[in-house]
Structure formats: structure tokens, C-alpha cells
């Protein structure tokens, strides 16, 4: 490096040093952790190609074993369940026919009740309407009565004020 004379110069050129290691140190850090990415990344994919490997090839092996317990299962069921067969078929048959039975009994019991149901609303309409006709009836003789009340009193309210114009009138006549 040269020297420089002037003192603002020196410490401009120290400032600029100052800042650049920071800098080159950021660099360097995202360069080593790329890297380190890279090679992270890398021995995933080995790892993950050796695993699928391992798991095919125990995939394989546990196919094989299953289709040989399967086959010896097959063969020892076949031989051992036409008796189990018959027994089953006449147990199914039973279940199912006491459910249909049931299902029976219950389409009948839910008939009923809707016949039930239909008879019950009749009676209830046929009630309301006897209930409503006599309501009707007490509320025509209320209205009625009521309606005679204010007659009565607006007839002798209409006496009153004829009474007192037939006096006015009178007494204007005499006057």
C-alpha cells in the first residue's frame, strides 16, 4: 500500500477496510452455507435412493411371504369350511328372514299409526270446529248484547239532546 499524507484520506481508506470485512465476511458465510446446502441436498438424495431401495426390496419379500400364507390359508379353508358354509348360509337365513319378519310387524305398526294419526286429526278438527262455532256463537251474543247497551245509551243520549233543543227552541219561541 502506498502512503497517503493526508489524514482525512487515511481515514477514509481505514473506513473502506473497516466496512469490507464485514462484507466479506457475510459473503463468505452465504458461500459456506450454499455448500453446505449443496452437500446437505446431495447426501438426502443418497439417503433417500438407498431407503427406497431397502423399502422395495422388504416390499418385495413381504409380498412373497404374504402370497405364500395366503395360499396355504386358501387350501386349508377350502378343505375345512363346507360344513362351516352350510351352517353359516342357515344362520344368514334365519337372521334374515326373523329381519324381515320385524320389518314386517314394523310397516304394519307404522301403518296402524298413521291410520291412528288420520282418525285422531279428524276428531280433532271435528272438535275445533265445534269449538269455533260456539265461540262464534258467545261472541255474536256478546257483540250483541254490548251493541244494545250502546244503542240504549245513545238513544237517551239522542232524548237528552232532543229534549234540551225542543227547550231552547221554546224558550226562543216565547221570547
Known sequence: LMQIKDPIQRAGVRLLWAAAIPIQTQARRYLARQ?????????????????????????????????????????????????????????????????????????????????????????????AVDRLSSIIVIQAWYRGVQCRCQCREREYSAIAIQSNWRRYMSQISYQ
Open 35 to 127: 455448500l453446505a446446502i449443496k452437500k446437505m441436498c446431495a447426501v438426502l438424495t443418497v439417503q433417500s435412493f438407498i431407503r427406497r431401495w431397502l423399502a422395495e426390496r422388504d416390499l418385495e419379500i413381504a409380498l412373497w411371504s404374504a402370497i405364500q400364507i395366503q395360499a396355504a390359508w386358501r387350501g386349508w379353508f377350502a378343505r375345512d369350511s363346507l360344513e362351516d358354509n352350510h351352517y353359516c348360509a342357515t344362520q344368514i337365513q334365519r337372521v334374515v328372514r326373523g329381519y324381515l319378519a320385524t320389518m314386517h310387524v314394523f310397516e304394519d305398526l307404522y301403518s296402524i299409526t298413521i291410520v291412528q294419526s288420520v282418525v285422531r286429526m279428524h276428531f280433532a278438527i271435528n272438535k
